[in-house]
């Protein structure tokens, strides 16, 4: 039973346009929630988080949003660059339990 | 200052057999974390060890066990390999056991034959 969802296998953005990647989640008792990024032949990078007390979060070039209401987070890049192509994963735990890992989608930034 | 290192890189098995998969994390965390990838999808939550102790276990067949060592090392092990074992097994280190962002190690490309 997959938790939580990326239903965009995949994105191409123009560089220095907005990239805005999706994730839906099922689980209510998700109580804070991550962005990965993964190069291929490397682990994951922890890129950005949120907590379930707020619905926005801001680092540099990326923004985390969250809709509690609707289950749903996204991750704005802005502007994307092309060393921004790579796997992006989000991934949830409730209370510092386990994480629960979305599919990934794959971001492409052409020049 | 080295991050998580997992060894080997890359290991192919015949069905059957047994595997160690083994995992140092950075220097200073306690907590470690075992996932699964296999091709095409996220990581899926295996184990975590903190202090030597099991703190979490994902929904895996015994087949699969971890230990962790007092310098916080730790190895995966798995039984009685199946070919749908085949998959990157990806180690992450945390300074403790409920800390949120968790540092990944390049993973083990498993291949069982």
């Known amino acids: 039973d997959q938790q939580v969802k990326q239903n965009s296998p995949s994105l191409s953005v123009q560089e220095g346009r907005i990239s805005i990647l999706n994730c839906d989640y099922t689980n209510s008792m998700f109580d804070y929630f991550l962005w990965y990024k993964k190069y291929p032949a490397e682990g994951p990078t922890f890129l950005i988080s949120?907590?379930?007390?707020?619905d926005k979060n801001e680092d540099g070039r990326f923004t985390v949003f969250l809709n509690k209401s609707a289950k749903h987070l996204s991750l704005h890049i802005v502007p994307s660059q092309p060393g921004d192509s790579a796997v992006y994963f989000c991934a949830a735990s409730a209370y510092g339990n386990q994480f629960y890992f979305g599919t990934g989608t794959s971001l492409t930034v052409i020049p | 200052d080295a991050g998580v290192t997992q060894s080997p890189t890359h290991l192919i098995k015949t069905r059957g057999q047994h595997v160690t998969l083994r995992c140092s994390p950075i220097?200073?965390?306690?907590?470690v974390s075992w996932y699964q990838q296999v091709l095409g999808q996220g990581p899926q939550f295996i184990f975590q060890?903190?202090?030597?102790?099991?703190?979490g276990r994902g929904n895996f067949p015994d087949r699969f066990s971890a230990r962790q060592f007092p310098n916080y090392s730790s190895e995966l092990n798995v039984n009685a390999l199946l070919l749908g074992d085949s998959a990157l097994y990806l180690c992450?280190?945390?300074?403790?056991?409920?800390?949120?962002?968790?540092?990944f190690g390049p993973g083990t490309r498993l291949t069982v034959t």
């Open positions: 992450a280190s945390t300074p403790e056991a409920l800390r949120h962002e968790q540092y």
């Open positions: 949120i907590s379930s007390i707020k």
């Open positions: 220097s200073g965390h306690k907590s």
């Open positions: 060890y903190y202090e030597k102790e099991e703190r």
